[in-house]
């Protein structure tokens, strides 16, 4: 089936254009740009004063971030123009192992938005974590084969290359001998470091934040990811790169993207948007979405509105408000004025459902599991701030006698991290200060990389309750007070992802975090988020893992007891 | 072993700038771009006042037309600073087939210039060709298997792709469904008719000669390759493809190049030079001849001076002039100071030298096998016109009496076609002018693209001779007079390739042509460039085949005589 588009205007990202052509596509590929008329076409689009755009891609998101399943990712992000995605299953990888790479591989197939995979390189993230698999060189090589793979996802474990860890450059030696690229992950090294990561041959970076680091990485031959999602958000850093030379070296990506982030700004398009605000050219910023994410990639014949590229392509009602009205993938008219049509949701097979809803091998809490012995008198208590993802560390008196330390009004909550898949019984206790929780407690199962099972809270009681649920759940989040359950969001996939789509999840996301406002959480605390990398030992200063407290600087365990 | 070049300004291909720093290789690798010193080196290049620049690569080259093998290609190319090249081995599988290509593959099997290999995609080239063999899309899949492959080369059969016929799109698929690119060779044709070659995935093309044609195959997504070889000279008429953005979807390439010219004015260095010359940008030019090339063929950490690529450098005295004194090919030295180090030929099996060697299938040829039958009055003559491929057709009054229609000093002599591949007997014989000839006769085995023997004289005797001297040098081209052979150039590698160096095979050439002065061509006459093409029947007008003359513009054979 043929289809014209006519009186449009071609966003052209070889000659960063606007060309007024008549586009004719045929099936799922674009087959002619030129003075194509009704009589080329069986059905024809009149989208006079409107832009005809390459279809986006963002390139490198991590879709479990979303907590939707791809099918819903899907649902959500096409209305923004996304038609393709270059994702990392490296959190359901955490929890699953390779079932869960494949899991994704499946949920993935054949959705309207290409959703293209990176191998984890990075499975457990650290040595102090506890997850749920080990992915070796040996597990990922034979993946290599299959389709849509296209490398080796971000290799944080710069340390581990700068060393030239055997393990870790074997991991890199298989991509390339594979044909396939490897991305990085290594923020603020620079100079001779920087050369010798870069040297095993990994060729990109999302974590950069100004512009001296990301021309420093351009210069050095890699693709500078502009990363710009819910967590970290570096495009006000790296806004400079959108000039020439480095905007042909440069991508956009979100990493990670919150449902209601989603709904509210968008996705690749909303960095767009912003670029464009900020005074870039659209030409480049689209560039950095479509063609160059391909070619950075190896993708060919996407990214463009051109003869014999795939037919992933957008009517913008206006090109700097990046405005979409119309998303075609592979020719199919998958959103139309801004409602997504039916999609259909791939099958999985019984067994990979089976093992990513079976994601907890723990025991139920009891109140007795998160006593606290009394060793000491002053501990070390970790303190969160605001917006960050950086804590410090407190050492203070604790006041043993009222509630097992727990003491609300100098703002001393207890913390829990709680092993969940392998039943090791593994659990570190201590306290934590910045949430202003006054009463009840959270949960959750989303905590980076290995997402065992967090709890914070004003006692043992609610603890244990909020605790329990979430372990009845298979994962999720919730919160609790007096014994009840206040608000829950359930997340039975991998305890990372739910079958709800972007609305109910965003939702259940607001009365969650109401919920903790009500219970003295003040509104700049980012509790969900503080949870969810209160355990990750790779961000200073203090983090808990399920063996106790780790001094990140030191990469070393160190004792709750100050004094000891 | 680690190599320091101190002091020097490297040629940065990501920011478009020059930069003063030092660069720090280690075996094949380059390891890093900084503040290195000579404790981090075992040997240390003070490059004071130089450059450092990425080795250039050649987007598209038949290595045979330099009647050179492989590695006397080589070292012809690399003191000009090419590193690599991407070779269509179109015309020794015209004669020899898929053992040609082979041969090739062995014969650049570990050079210091990469040699990579497009598989020639139109083998015969047309229908009136008598080629050695014909090579189906069968033929050529298993190939894609092998090092170094890296797509299907220049797709001339532009109507069989627009006709969508099936043997041709079904090697164009075989190309994609291996994760290969497939380059084109499309002159002229533009708007709906590009659209449909297009269509089929064709990602360059090397025989635009303007801008707005070049202009259109950017706009269209293709790469284009602006070339500046020895037949075809195209960088005047692209000149302004160098400026932005343009610039960012050009290559270097240049076709086919004669010893002489390598000699005398070099290969991609020469480009980089003339555009300069023109006040192009040195970056544009450079990158059009390295990172862009490697990345339009999907070369992973290729072409340019950073951590993590190929020790492929060129330490240049000056930019603008593209002075090259040193070049090191995967970290090894292998010029200094302008002169080529030993180079180890490679080894290539008893089995394909033999099959390159034997290309010949034709008895040896008696006088009778050259007379014309006198059956009419006027006759078709082949009209070629100085410094052009395109022939016209003239149709005159043969005076037969005088031997056998033979009238140097109407400039009308005879021309021969004979196969040789196949053993068939077949030989097209009849008149040709323009060459200017007065006695004597000359043949050569280097005709496009069947590669027969076309023999031009001035009396049967002596073209007799020059051929049977062709034939027992298995071979090459050769000039006689009175029955004597007075200058030759043996080719004995499938009628093609020598094994001399450029140095030797250009002073043969000119002594060819210094005895076809002698014998009556004019100076501006290249009477073995006519030869060359004489045979081809897709430049119009009138071509002569081993079936006879051709018609181009209607595509059919037709009489000698012009009154039958």
Tied chains: 1, 2.
């Excluded at 990176?118 to 040595?127: E, Y």
């Excluded at 209601?260 to 767009?272: S, T, V, Y």
Aim: glycine share 8%; net charge negative.
């Amino acid at each position: 089936m043929k289809i014209l588009f006519k009186n449009g205007s071609v966003v052209n990202v070889f000659s960063d254009s606007l060309e007024k052509r008549n586009v004719l596509i045929e099936d799922e590929k674009i087959i002619g740009v030129g003075d194509y008329t009704e009589d080329d076409a069986d059905i024809v689009e009149d989208v006079s004063g409107k832009y005809i755009c390459p279809g986006f891609i963002d390139g490198h998101i991590h879709i479990e971030s979303t907590m939707m399943t791809p099918v819903e990712f899907a649902k959500a992000v096409l209305p923004h123009g996304t038609t393709g995605v270059i994702a990392d299953p490296h959190e359901i990888a955490n929890v699953c192992g390779i079932e869960g790479v494949q899991f994704m591989l499946e949920a993935s197939a054949e959705l309207p938005v290409t959703v293209y995979i990176m191998l984890p390189s990075c499975v457990p993230s650290t040595a102090f974590d506890e997850s749920g698999a080990t992915l070796t060189a040996e597990d990922l090589e034979p993946l290599y084969m299959a389709p849509r793979i296209l490398g080796l996802a971000e290799m944080m474990n710069y340390p581990g290359v700068i060393a030239k860890e055997q393990e870790v450059l074997q991991k890199i030696e298989d991509a390339h001998r594979n044909g396939k690229v490897v991305d990085g992950h290594a923020p603020l090294i620079s100079g001779k470091e920087l050369d010798i990561y870069l040297s095993a041959g990994i060729q990109s970076d999302h974590e950069c934040s100004s512009y001296e680091e990301g021309a420093e990485r351009i210069r050095k031959g890699q693709w500078l990811m502009i990363r710009q999602g819910t967590a970290a958000r570096n495009l006000n850093g790296l806004i400079e790169l959108f000039d020439e030379p480095w905007s042909r070296k440069c991508l956009l990506v979100t990493d990670d993207r919150h449902p209601a982030d989603i709904l509210k700004d968008g996705h690749i398009d909303h960095i767009i948007r912003l670029a464009i605000e900020m005074g870039k050219s659209p030409f480049a910023a689209i560039r950095m979405a479509t063609i160059q994410t391909a070619e950075c990639f190896g993708l060919h014949r996407v990214g463009a509105v051109a003869p014999g590229f795939q037919a992933n392509v957008l009517i913008l009602d206006d090109l700097d408000s990046v405005s979409v009205r119309d998303v075609y993938c592979g020719g199919k008219k998958v959103v139309s004025n801004g409602k997504v049509t039916e999609i259909t949701t791939p099958a999985i097979k019984e067994q990979r459902i089976k093992a990513v809803r079976n994601s907890f091998y723990v025991d139920r809490l009891r109140e007795s599991d998160l006593h606290i012995e009394e060793k000491g008198t002053h501990c070390r208590v970790i303190k969160t701030i605001p917006g960050q993802l950086l804590t410090d560390e407190w050492i203070t008196e604790i006041n043993w006698a009222k509630n097992n330390g727990i003491d609300a009004d100098r703002d001393i909550l207890k913390i829990a991290v709680v092993e969940r898949h392998m039943h090791t019984g593994h659990k570190g206790i201590g306290f934590i200060s910045g949430i202003g929780l006054k009463k009840g407690a959270v949960a959750s199962t989303v905590s980076h990389d290995s997402h065992n099972l967090v709890i914070i809270g004003a006692n043992d009681e609610d603890m244990m309750c909020v605790a329990n649920h979430v372990i009845k759940m298979g994962g999720g989040y919730a919160v609790s007070c007096d014994g009840k359950i206040l608000a829950d969001l359930p997340l039975p996939i991998a305890g990372l992802m739910s079958e709800l789509g972007a609305t109910e999840l965003a939702e259940k996301n607001e009365k969650l975090l109401d919920t903790l406002t009500f219970l003295g959480v003040a509104k700049e605390v980012a509790p969900l988020m503080t949870m969810a990398f209160v355990s990750l030992a790779v961000i200073p200063s203090l983090k808990l893992t399920t063996k106790g407290l780790v001094d990140v600087g030191k990469q070393e365990q160190v004792s709750l007891y100050a004094d000891l």
